[in-house]
């Protein structure tokens, strides 16, 4: 919860329907890593978190083709396209504050998904 994750949220949602003819799917899970967190003096906890970031772009109508036009995209499939479907994974690392009151929300300190590192591309 909070003003970070509500509009990561809203570019994404944003995002996704710029186009009709196509959808688009963010996927963002936890890397399973031994987390280690850090006590700040007021008793807050600190936890970096790796996190792999998939989005999926997929063109709805067989008139429709998607191009990828980043750099890094590019480079992975080795080609600009046409696609019908494009998948990009992206690594990303984030550091939540977690107060220590039992009932308040965590805050993510870092936007790491903002700043995610491409690792991987597929086209068809």
């Known amino acids: 919860r909070g003003s970070h994750t ?14 009709e003819r196509m959808s688009q799917t963010t996927t963002v899970t936890a890397r399973p890593v031994v987390r280690q ?12 978190c790796v996190l792999d970031k998939t989005i999926e772009a997929k063109a709805l109508i ?6 990828a036009t980043a750099p890094t995209t590019i480079a992975f499939p080795g080609r600009s396209g046409p696609f019908t479907t494009v998948k990009e994974t992206f690594l990303a690392c984030v550091l939540i504050r977690v107060p220590a009151a ?4 965590a805050t993510v300190l870092t936007g790491g998904l903002a700043q995610s590192h491409p690792l991987d591309a597929t086209g068809t």
């Open 6 to 19: 509500t509009d990561l949220r809203k570019r994404i949602e944003d995002d996704a329907h710029r186009d």
């Open 37 to 48: 967190t850090f006590r700040t003096a007021t008793g807050d906890r600190l936890v970096p």
């Open 62 to 67: 067989p008139e429709a083709h998607l191009t």
């Open 102 to 105: 039992p009932d308040a929300p």
